[in-house]
């Protein structure tokens, strides 16, 4: 618990750093920037021209549309990001931002089952490999909205929705090549990256092509200890050798200023090949220089075309895909049969998604999403062991319609109830006809409430059906040899045939999700977001993979365990089960911050952050809401710059006045002091004014700049989030005649040692002027495996202890270093970029009742690759 508190204590030891109060920072204009211009009116309530420069505005409205290609409707994104904190992050792609975003885009409905659901430029995309390969100097913007948002676009309320923004004119050929080394340094990784995006007026084409491939790392050259089979170590693989190679083609056009489509293409080819041990005579003893080798081949192509429009208000989206995934497994031995496993999977399908205003009330429109869709699965599998052939063809039709209503009961925007703040209701459901199972519903009700602008208070119950998968049921059978299993009941590790697949005996499952949730956005405080969700999920016929063998498992599945004659278990059938029931309950709470510091970039004139002064983390303007009277009340604007572009007119050349007294503030621009940073390594040595206290805060500099603060914002951006998850209940019924096991105290379902009750994850970036790196990682508490109290003789309790695990991201931007780029013109449009996963190689340590380290638990089998390097250059042209 210790390394935990140290976490926490350093969280609170952080956030005064962000509460203090910020110091002046110097400012200095670099170059300017372009921007596109979001339209912001400022209307004085007295004519201009009776307002002096000596004289006080009675009030000031600044009216701010969200920027173009954000969520319709009313959602507010939980945290925005610009392309200055985008640059910060050193990501090369939409999948690495994506990536880059750690906890901020996590669930807190408790479930935690699937990604968060990705939009382009507000709009739905038929895959996520659709996006995931474009350049990230391409993404204007980030958006992060609640999982309520989900709703609208068709999807279930248990995912958050990210909104990636596109830039309305970028071209650019990149390059990236890696190299990286693991498993101290036996296993060798290169990887050669090409993409080409051109975005314009009439849509945008982009081509990503990717190979790559790694050496093999086996048992031995790891350290690995077998008891059993000494020799066998050297015969058996921890990493496989793998070879791998992709290609994406995606085009989209525009037609007129209200639909497009676009047409996707993707071919993938993954190859591996792993040593399984030595093979085994009939005697049962390993025979020398028999190894058992597998060999795998995946190949996946995919073909999509999404079409986007609007109609009346209504934004849709049709969307019809084919999907096909080939899968080829051999195993084989000198002393038995070629074991193989072949399957086909085949997904056609199409999807009609539309929202969009119904009806005004007095708090404003209800609005309405509905999608209906259709898919076909296609799973025709072959196995092959002993000679003995088992065929599987399995198909599944599925029709689904999902529609969800949002009622608004109050409003500010309108004048309705404003005092009540905003408040809304939302009811959704679906009902999918499955021609294997039938009929399958669900649906839920929701409250989301903002009492006050900066506090969103949301509570949604959500009951549903779902069926097991296709792979799920029919996967081919596949016996994998020597599997290390630790046997609670003698104690020991041994090798057994570990058999997996498909199971057509699933049940579909039924799930009961309540959460509460509230997020606080502090407006004196601009980047810091604070978090809190509570969840209670509960479910019934719970399909899930095979638990780990320990005693109740065995005594509640006899036939999944084979044992000889001497009791050593032998054999263990994984392919998955329904549990009877399972509960959990799950508290998780934390905070984001960011902030800028150094120089103005693009240091431009006008108000509050200049043209297109919205900085990174902060989060957009609320449009102008009016009182019961029909004046716009200053009051009810959310005290934050306007977004991209984003300018302020009517108050004066070179001043900008405050909402609330309409005093006029200084937007004088000054020169650097001596010693003060102009660009990176400036002054006289030390952090530039402002990296931790200075440049901060609403018409502070910080974000973009205050008065007279330019695009861009600055030159130098820090940020941090921690997230706590607490377990307070996590337990599961096996079968209708067993007790209930409690996952926290000892019980097991997983070789991970039973349900951790504590987990934190934490994200942090520095950057400055080309240079940055980011940390992340997240600290697990430990747990137990007591099996001892089943009763069985000789059985043996595990104890698991905490894990905290570091990764680095490292990155020198070389078009920030002007002097670097003029002595070597190459480096333009370069840059150089660290990855280090596992920083301090850790690993789980495990030991059991008598302190010692059970052979299935060596440190090398739990961390096979260890501490992971690599390297790359990427450039631009």
């Known amino acids: 618990m210790s390394i935990r508190l140290a976490l926490l204590s350093s969280a609170a030891a952080l956030l005064p750093l962000g509460f203090s109060t910020p110091l002046l920072a110097q400012t200095a204009q670099i170059q300017p920037a372009k ?61 690495e931002v994506l990536a880059a975003l750690g906890p901020r885009a996590g669930s807190g409905r408790g479930r935690g089952s699937g990604p968060p659901v990705i939009l382009l430029n507000g709009r739905r995309i038929g895959s996520f490999r659709e996006v995931q390969g474009l350049a990230s100097e391409a993404i204007l913007r980030v958006e992060v909205f609640p999982e309520s948002t989900a709703l609208q676009y068709g999807y279930s309320a248990d995912q958050r929705v990210i909104n990636f923004i596109l830039k309305d004119k970028f071209r650019a050929i990149t390059t990236e090549i890696t190299a990286g080394t693991a498993a101290e340094g036996e296993q060798s990784r290169g990887e050669l990256e090409l993409g080409v995006l051109n975005i314009g007026a009439k849509g945008r084409l982009s081509i990503n092509g990717e190979v790559s491939s790694q050496n093999s790392v086996t048992e031995a050259e790891r350290g690995v200890r077998r008891a059993a089979s000494p020799a066998s170590s050297a015969f058996r693989t921890l990493l496989p050798e793998t070879s791998a190679a992709e290609l994406g083609i995606s085009y989209n056009r525009n037609f007129g200023k209200s639909m497009g489509a676009t047409f996707d293409l993707r071919f993938d080819s993954n190859e591996s090949q792993s040593l399984l041990g030595l093979a085994l005579s009939p005697t049962g003893l390993p025979v020398a220089n028999a190894p058992i080798e597998r060999n795998s081949k995946v190949d996946t192509s995919r073909a999509a075309v999404t079409v986007n429009g609007t109609t009346a208000g209504w934004q849709w989206t049709a969307t019809g895909s ?9 195993t084989l031995s000198a002393l038995t049969q070629p074991q193989t496993a072949n399957s086909t999977a085949s997904v056609f399908e199409a999807i009609y998604n539309t929202t969009g205003p119904l009806i005004d009330v007095p708090a404003g429109p209800i609005r309405g999403s509905f999608r209906l869709g259709y898919q076909d699965r296609q799973l025709d599998s072959e196995s092959t062991r002993n000679g003995l052939v088992t065929l599987t063809n399995l198909s599944r039709g599925d029709v689904t319609a999902r529609g969800n209503l949002s009622v608004p009961v109050t409003s500010r925007r309108s004048g309705f109830g404003e005092k009540f703040g905003d408040l809304s209701l939302s009811v959704n459901g679906f009902y999918t006809d499955l021609s294997d199972f039938g009929g399958l519903q669900g649906g839920g009700l929701g409250v989301n409430w903002s009492p006050i602008t900066t506090v969103r208070l949301s509570v949604a119950y959500d009951a549903s059906e779902a069926a097991p998968s296709i792979q799920q049921l029919g996967n081919p059978v596949l016996v994998t040899p020597g599997s290390a299993v630790f046997d609670f009941q003698s104690g020991q590790t041994v090798l057994v045939n570990r058999t997996s697949g498909g199971n057509s005996s699933l049940k579909a499952e039924s799930r009961a999700d309540t959460t509460f949730s509230v997020n606080y956005s502090p407006a004196k405080f601009e980047g810091l977001d604070l978090t809190l969700s509570y969840a209670i999920n509960t479910s ?45 309950t799950i508290l998780r709470y934390g905070f984001s911050f960011s902030k800028g510091f150094g120089p103005q970039i693009g240091r431009g004139p006008g108000g509050p952050g200049g043209p297109g002064g919205f900085g990174g983390g902060q989060r957009p303007p609320v449009p102008a809401t009016t009182s019961a009277n029909g004046q716009a009340s200053p009051a009810n604007q959310r005290p934050s710059r306007p977004q991209e572009g984003g300018a302020v007119t009517g108050a004066g050349a070179g001043q900008a006045r405050t909402p609330t007294t309409g005093q006029a503030s200084p937007a004088t621009s000054q020169r650097p002091a001596a010693g003060s940073p102009v660009g990176f390594g400036g002054g006289r040595g030390g952090p530039p ?37 607490i377990k307070l209940e996590d337990t599961i019924v096996l079968a209708p005649n067993l007790p209930k096991l409690d996952l926290l105290e000892g019980a097991a379902v997983d070789d991970g040692g039973g349900s951790r009750r504590h987990t934190v994850e934490f994200n942090g970036g520095w950057s400055y002027m080309g240079i940055g790196f980011r940390a992340f990682g997240e600290w697990r508490g430990e747990s137990k495996i007591i099996a001892s109290a089943s009763g069985v003789p000789g059985a043996t309790d595990l104890y698991f202890d905490d894990q905290l695990t570091f990764n680095l991201r490292g990155f020198l931007n070389f078009e920030a270093r002007p002097q670097w780029v003029k002595k070597a013109p190459f480096l333009k449009g370069s840059r150089l970029i660290l990855r280090v996963d596992n920083l301090t190689d850790s690993a789980q340590t495990v030991r059991n009742s008598a302190g010692n380290t059970p052979e299935a638990y060596q440190k090398a089998l739990l961390a096979p690759r260890g501490r992971s390097v690599e390297l790359s250059f990427r450039k631009q042209f």
Request: glycine letters at 16%; zero cysteines.
């Open 35 to 95: 921007t596109t211009a979001v339209p912001v009116t400022v209307q004085p309530i007295d004519p201009p021209s009776a307002v002096q420069d000596d004289q006080p505005v009675e009030e000031i409205v600044v009216r701010a549309q969200r920027g173009p290609n954000s969520v319709p409707g009313d959602a507010v994104p939980e945290t925005t990001l610009d392309t200055v904190e985008i640059t910060a992050l050193g990501a090369s792609n939409v999948a």
């Open 689 to 725: 004014p402002g990296v931790f206290f200075g440049g901060g805060g609403f018409g502070g500099g910080g974000f973009g700049g205050g008065p007279g603060g330019g695009p861009g914002g600055q030159a130098g951006r820090w940020s941090i989030s921690i997230f706590h998850s």
């Open 322 to 330: 084919a999907d096909q995934t080939k899968s080829d497994t051999k």
């Open 540 to 584: 019934e016929d719970t399909v899930a993979s095979f638990p780990l063998l320990t005693p109740a498992l065995e005594a509640a599945y006899p036939r999944r365990f084979e044992r000889n004659s001497a009791g050593v278990l032998t054999g263990i059938d994984q392919r998955p089960i329904n549990y009877d029931s399972a509960d959990s």
